[in-house]
């Protein structure tokens, strides 16, 4: 053997680099890292269906007395989401993608540790699990980011890994992998949206831990499609001007809902801060009545995700046409409440029952229409173009529609930077970044 050695040097070095420690360890940890994303997704998934579940066999949908709960539950569950969040999971509040791009760029641990933790972790799944239990109009896959992001960065500490900021963006590609079963999504999420400044060294680390998430997803619920196979083929010869109008009036009502946001996070953090704590749960009991207010009104279809909403309209039931401008009004409440919660869901589903409202104005299918619609809308919320139409791509399973999704999102990332110029994700980040040099200040003081 050791004549073997000497003669195939290579051999000699790779035999040196693999029984050492000090190379197998952070790789063991990560991998262990990234299943571990995978798995804790699927559970915080089925945790959030049954969430769903109960809420509406608790409050009905007979029009009897039951349907009128929600103006007790829904304020009442707010309120207790937002004080848990401010009393014992700060930094928990809202989607938890910002909070994994304000990460990357602060540069000390213990900064990123004030919004990436393990206590994070559970306070995140936690709440959002309450706060889709009491109605409100969140998704899971936005916390799903944070979950990713900080189980990594833990993943970094445990395995000596100096690569933060690499594992950080990783364990968020992984998380949107695993939360809608959507690997090429989660790359240019990655790519996109968490990496505007991206490194091509991070390539194979973010490549394996959505593989291995990947992985551990199937390994539970199989190979699915998250909103079903789309049957509907668009012809871009014959539905361009619903290809446009979804595309331009999306992209323009996206942009709407993340201006608001701001505009109204940015007023309220304000207002709160004189008085935090009661401030922050008199914002939260106001937004739940208006939730539930709306859910009531609209028959109980704007209370949740709207996962089912958006999955029959893909599949060609129109939705009523005001149920998008009720879903918007509900995304909108739930996310300046201050509760955790993502958007991702949300925005999808406005976007398919705008793209419905716009299809039985055009004459088009409904299936097509609310697959434009998603496009655009969620192009001009997020303004990541290439993650709204591939996302949407492996969601549906139907690649034949390519082209005029490609089209539909790049209408709405256009028309959304003339009227937004801030992408939300990233001016949010901002905010968490503000208060990391903050308490640094307030610490040499």
Same mark, same amino acid.
């Given at each position: 053997?050791?004549?073997i050695l @000497? ?8 035999r ?5 420690r ?9 991998w262990?890292?990234?299943v571990c994303?995978?798995?804790i997704?699927v ?6 269906d ?5 809420f509406?066999?608790?409050?009905g949908?007979?029009?009897g ?33 910002p909070?994994?791009?304000a !990460?990357?760029?602060l ?13 994070l ?8 699990i309450?706060?889709?239990f009491?109605?409100?109009?969140i998704?899971?896959e936005?916390?799903t ?5 900080s189980?990594?960065?833990q993943?970094?500490r445990?395995?000596g ?17 695993a939360?809608?079963?959507t690997?090429?999504a989660?790359?240019?999420?990655a790519? *996109? *949206?968490?990496?505007?400044t991206?490194?091509?060294r991070? #390539?194979?680390? &973010?490549?394996?831990?959505?593989i291995?998430?990947?992985l !551990?997803?199937?390994g539970?619920?199989? #190979?699915?499609?998250?909103?079903g196979?789309a ?8 539905d361009?001007?619903?290809?446009? !109008? ?8 996206g942009a709407?809902f993340s ?9 309220? @953090?304000?207002? #709160?801060?004189?008085q935090p704590l009661?401030?922050?749960l008199?914002? +939260?009991? &106001?937004c739940g009545l208006? &939730?539930a207010?709306?859910?009531v +009104?609209? /028959?109980?279809? $704007?209370?949740? $995700? ?8 893909v599949?060609?039931?129109p939705?009523?046409?005001f149920?998008?401008a ?9 996310m300046?409440? /201050?509760?955790p919660?993502?958007?991702?869901a949300?925005?999808l589903? &406005?976007?398919a ?13 409904a /299936?097509?229409?609310?697959?434009l619609?998603?496009?655009?809308y969620? !192009?001009?919320?997020?303004q +990541?173009?290439?993650?709204a139409?591939?996302?949407i791509? *492996? ?5 034949? #529609?390519?082209?005029a ?6 209408l709405g990332?256009?028309t ?6 801030e ?5 949010l980040?901002?905010?968490?970044i503000?208060?990391?040099?903050? @308490?640094?200040?307030a610490?040499a003081?």
């Amino acid at each position: 053997m050791a004549g073997i050695l @000497r003669k195939y040097p290579l051999l000699r070095r790779s035999r040196a680099m693999w029984g050492s420690r000090r190379v197998w360890q952070p790789r063991l940890v990560f991998w262990a890292g990234a299943v571990c994303i995978g798995l804790i997704s699927v559970l915080f998934a089925m945790l959030a269906d049954r969430a769903q579940e109960l809420f509406h066999m608790m409050t009905g949908n007979d029009g009897g007395w039951r349907s009128c709960l929600p103006l007790v539950i829904t304020p009442l569950g707010f309120v207790v989401c937002a004080w848990l969040a401010h009393a014992f999971f700060p930094g928990s509040q809202g989607s938890g993608i910002p909070q994994a791009i304000a !990460a990357r760029h602060l540069r000390d641990d213990e900064d990123r540790s004030h919004i990436l933790s393990l206590r994070l972790v559970v306070g995140k799944i936690a709440l959002t699990i309450v706060g889709l239990f009491c109605g409100a109009s969140i998704g899971r896959e936005g916390p799903t980011v944070q979950v990713g992001a900080s189980l990594m960065l833990q993943v970094a500490r445990w395995g000596g890994m100096a690569q933060a900021r690499g594992l950080i963006l990783a364990g968020s590609a992984a998380g949107i992998a695993a939360a809608f079963n959507t690997p090429l999504a989660g790359i240019v999420f990655a790519i *996109e *949206e968490m990496g505007r400044t991206y490194e091509a060294r991070t #390539n194979g680390m &973010v490549l394996t831990a959505v593989i291995l998430a990947g992985l !551990a997803s199937l390994g539970l619920l199989g #190979n699915y499609t998250y909103f079903g196979v789309a049957k509907e083929t668009i012809s871009f010869a014959a539905d361009w001007p619903l290809v446009i !109008a979804c595309g331009i009036i999306g992209g323009g009502f996206g942009a709407l809902f993340s201006l608001l946001a701001l505009k109204a996070t940015r007023r309220i @953090r304000r207002w #709160n801060s004189l008085q935090p704590l009661w401030r922050v749960l008199a914002v +939260a009991a &106001v937004c739940g009545l208006g &939730v539930a207010a709306i859910g009531v +009104a609209s /028959g109980g279809l $704007t209370f949740g $995700t709207g996962y089912a909403q958006a999955r029959s309209a893909v599949e060609g039931t129109p939705l009523p046409w005001f149920f998008f401008a009720e879903k918007f009004a509900a995304g909108l409440l739930s996310m300046i409440s /201050g509760i955790p919660g993502g958007i991702f869901a949300p925005s999808l589903a &406005v976007g398919a029952g705008l793209g419905s409202s716009l299809g039985l104005v055009f004459g088009a299918s409904a /299936g097509a229409a609310a697959l434009l619609g998603m496009a655009g809308y969620f !192009a001009g919320v997020v303004q +990541a173009p290439m993650t709204a139409f591939v996302i949407i791509l *492996e969601m549906t399973g139907n690649h034949d #529609n390519v082209i005029a999704l490609m089209c539909a999102s790049m209408l709405g990332y256009g028309t959304a930077r003339l009227i937004s110029h801030e992408p939300l994700y990233h001016a949010l980040s901002r905010v968490f970044i503000a208060e990391a040099i903050r @308490r640094r200040r307030a610490e040499a003081a």
